[in-house]
């Protein structure tokens, strides 16, 4: 029999601190430790945010235990670990999904809205292939360091250039305001100029220190805001190579 909410966190007071995607981890972990006539049985939001979420919790915290539960289900179901029952009767009973499954509590849900941070739909597609599975696993610094080597090569290989043009120097050549292989001449000097510096400093800043010692990162959100530079570097590189003869 799956233990209760109040089994898991027994002060009530600290339930109403955790965020809905907190709370959902805990949720989701008691979810899947039901047998499976218990998900037939008590899969429904009413019963789990209601009757049975709010056992063993002082009464003058039932409505608002209550309430944050459905804060974590709404959220779940958001996000795919939960799904409405097909057919009639059943409409307001859940399943738990194959991607719910697969998490089976607070730890996997924590991996999975770290890489949900990684938004894969809006990056370069080089990006996803060769940094996605060292952000998931958490490892930040290699994934920024792979993310901007990608670039490094991508921007080398459009200009032309050869293996021992490498880092700042390379970017400057390549976007050089005068001659750059890939400077768009349509752009004013200022603008020209300023390309040059974003990718300049771009590597300089995420590339280098990071392929010469530790440099901790340890907050999803910024390796994911960096990683998108990246990608957006790669964008201007591919829209500034010379068209195939």
Same mark, same amino acid.
């Given at each position: ?35 499976? #006539?218990? #998900?037939?049985?008590?899969? &429904? ?44 009767? &059943? ?37 996803? #292939? ?15 360091? #792979? ?60 590339? &280098? ?37």
């Amino acid at each position: 029999m799956a233990k209760l909410i109040s089994e898991a966190i027994p002060n009530a007071e600290d339930l109403l601190a955790l965020a809905p995607e907190e709370l959902a981890g805990v949720l989701m972990e008691i979810l899947n430790s039901m047998s499976a #006539q218990e #998900q037939e049985a008590k899969l &429904n939001p009413a019963i789990i945010c209601g009757e049975f979420g709010i056992q063993g919790y002082p009464n003058q915290f039932s409505d608002p235990v209550s309430l944050a539960l459905m804060e974590a289900w709404v959220w779940l179901e958001r996000e795919g670990f939960l799904a409405a029952r097909p057919g009639g009767f &059943n409409l307001n009973y859940h399943f738990v999904t194959r991607r719910g499954k697969r998490t089976k509590g607070a730890t996997d849900l924590a991996a999975y809205r770290q890489a949900s941070l990684l938004s894969v739909a809006s990056l370069h597609p080089m990006i996803v #292939q060769k940094v996605s599975s060292a952000f998931l696993r958490g490892e930040y610094e290699t994934a920024i360091f #792979q993310a901007y080597k990608e670039l490094e090569v991508a921007v080398r290989d459009a200009g032309g250039f050869v293996p021992t043009d490498i880092g700042t120097d390379l970017m400057r050549k390549a976007f050089n305001k005068d001659n750059g292989p890939l400077t768009d001449m349509t752009l004013p000097d200022a603008e020209k100029e300023a390309t040059a510096h974003v990718f300049a400093g771009a590597i300089g800043l995420f590339k &280098n220190p990071h392929g010469h010692r530790n440099v901790p990162v340890t907050d999803p959100r910024e390796a994911a805001s960096i990683i998108g530079l990246a990608s957006f570097l790669l964008g201007i590189v591919d829209r500034a190579k010379p068209p195939t003869p």
